[in-house]
């Protein structure tokens, strides 16, 4: 931290603005957080929750319910108001989908931050609530970055789905606890899949809602080859075919690492809130001692969905 109490991440010689963004949510924790943003967290949360709860009939989740419980794999991850589990990414991607927000940036960052972080956190045992509603707050702060960067993708056919794999990965990497390089990988990877059309909106597709859900879906895979040693794209921002100049005709990259003392969310920007000389490992224990940044525990918010067995895993073999 700066004399003036504002936090430096700089690039150094031709580093892509995504290693200073990598850096930043690798360095930033739960002591980080101011109390407002921790509280627009669990509305996102609740926001998440309220839609998923009225979508689960609709007729392409219905579809990728059934394909998913066909394909089966490891109940490792807690598919809501289904009552069994699949592998994380597999029920991100399915809680994705049914959580089909009225709000355009509650589509596109938060319920891809939620469910990733929800499924990461069922993967891995349990995580501290503060470090919950970090990762969460830290991806959405990514995603909007992506979308300010480049303006003009809408307009171009692009889908808003392109972010969400973004989100996801940063989500489930932070959860996971990933250097600034592992996590740049897992981005990297992550270009390598991004996609979406709007012509399956203008065509009133029902699988237009999956195309968010696909990418939460392949974000969170990336994370898994990014930490078996799997490299993704180096240059994520800056380089001839990167994502800028791929999803956009007009890319501006300033967004990506201006005002790096603030953290964006769907609803406005928070100042970040770290006492100077307060490590990142000192934050990571309080995190794990303390209770969450707002007071509350966010995990108690998913508790009407799951009001049926958690353990359960359904019938994955047939």
């Given at each position: 931290?700066?004399?003036?109490?504002?936090?430096?991440?700089?690039?150094?010689?031709?580093?892509?603005?995504?290693?200073?963004?990598?850096?930043?949510?690798?360095?930033?924790?739960?002591c980080?957080?101011?109390?407002?943003?921790?509280?627009?967290?669990?509305?996102?949360?609740?926001?998440?929750?309220?839609?998923?709860?009225?979508?689960?009939?609709?007729?392409?989740?219905?579809?990728?319910?059934?394909?998913?419980?066909?394909?089966?794999?490891?109940?490792?991850?807690?598919?809501?108001?289904?009552?069994f589990?699949?592998?994380?990414?597999?029920?991100?991607?399915?809680?994705?989908?049914?959580?089909?927000?009225?709000?355009?940036?509650?589509?596109?960052?938060?319920?891809?931050?939620?469910?990733?972080?929800l499924?990461?956190?069922?993967?891995?045992?349990?995580?501290?609530?503060?470090?919950?509603?970090?990762?969460?707050?830290?991806s959405?702060?990514?995603?909007?970055?992506?979308?300010?960067?480049?303006?003009?993708?809408?307009?171009?056919?692009?889908?808003?789905?392109?972010?969400?794999?973004f989100?996801?990965?940063?989500?489930?990497?932070?959860?996971?606890?990933?250097?600034?390089?592992?996590?740049?990988?897992?981005?990297?990877?992550?270009?390598?899949?991004?996609?979406?059309?709007?012509?399956?909106?203008?065509?009133?597709?029902?699988?237009?809602?999956?195309q968010?859900?696909?990418?939460v879906?392949?974000?969170?895979?990336?994370?898994?080859?990014?930490?078996?040693?799997?490299?993704?794209?180096?240059?994520?921002?800056?380089?001839?075919?990167?994502?800028?100049?791929?999803?956009?005709?007009?890319?501006?990259?300033?967004p990506?690492?201006?005002?790096?003392?603030?953290v964006?969310?769907?609803?406005?920007?928070?100042?970040?809130?770290?006492?100077?000389?307060?490590?990142?490992?000192?934050?990571?224990?309080?995190?794990?001692?303390?209770?969450?940044t707002?007071?509350?525990?966010?995990?108690?918010?998913f508790?009407?969905?799951?009001?049926?067995?958690?353990?359960?895993?359904?019938?994955?073999?047939?």
């Amino acid at each position: 931290m700066t004399a003036d109490g504002a936090f430096r991440w700089t690039a150094q010689g031709d580093m892509d603005p995504i290693d200073v963004l990598c850096r930043r949510i690798v360095t930033l924790g739960p002591c980080d957080m101011p109390r407002d943003l921790a509280r627009e967290v669990e509305a996102g949360i609740q926001r998440c929750v309220a839609e998923l709860d009225r979508d689960l009939d609709r007729d392409a989740v219905r579809g990728l319910h059934n394909t998913l419980l066909h394909v089966g794999g490891r109940p490792e991850s807690r598919v809501a108001g289904r009552g069994f589990r699949l592998p994380a990414h597999e029920a991100a991607t399915f809680n994705v989908a049914a959580s089909w927000m009225p709000d355009r940036d509650d589509r596109r960052f938060v319920a891809p931050a939620v469910w990733s972080a929800l499924a990461t956190s069922d993967a891995l045992g349990g995580v501290p609530a503060a470090a919950f509603t970090t990762a969460i707050a830290l991806s959405v702060d990514l995603g909007r970055r992506l979308q300010q960067a480049t303006p003009d993708a809408g307009a171009q056919g692009h889908h808003d789905a392109i972010y969400a794999g973004f989100v996801a990965a940063a989500c489930a990497a932070k959860l996971r606890g990933f250097s600034s390089d592992a996590l740049r990988n897992a981005l990297g990877i992550m270009l390598s899949q991004a996609a979406g059309t709007t012509q399956a909106t203008r065509d009133h597709a029902s699988g237009d809602q999956l195309q968010i859900a696909f990418n939460v879906g392949d974000g969170l895979k990336s994370v898994m080859l990014a930490s078996v040693g799997v490299t993704g794209v180096r240059r994520v921002a800056s380089g001839e075919f990167s994502f800028l100049k791929l999803f956009s005709r007009s890319p501006d990259p300033r967004p990506l690492t201006s005002d790096l003392h603030h953290v964006w969310s769907v609803r406005g920007r928070f100042m970040l809130s770290r006492s100077p000389g307060v490590s990142v490992d000192a934050q990571n224990t309080l995190a794990r001692a303390s209770k969450p940044t707002s007071g509350n525990d966010p995990f108690d918010l998913f508790e009407p969905l799951f009001s049926v067995d958690a353990n359960a895993t359904g019938n994955t073999d047939e």
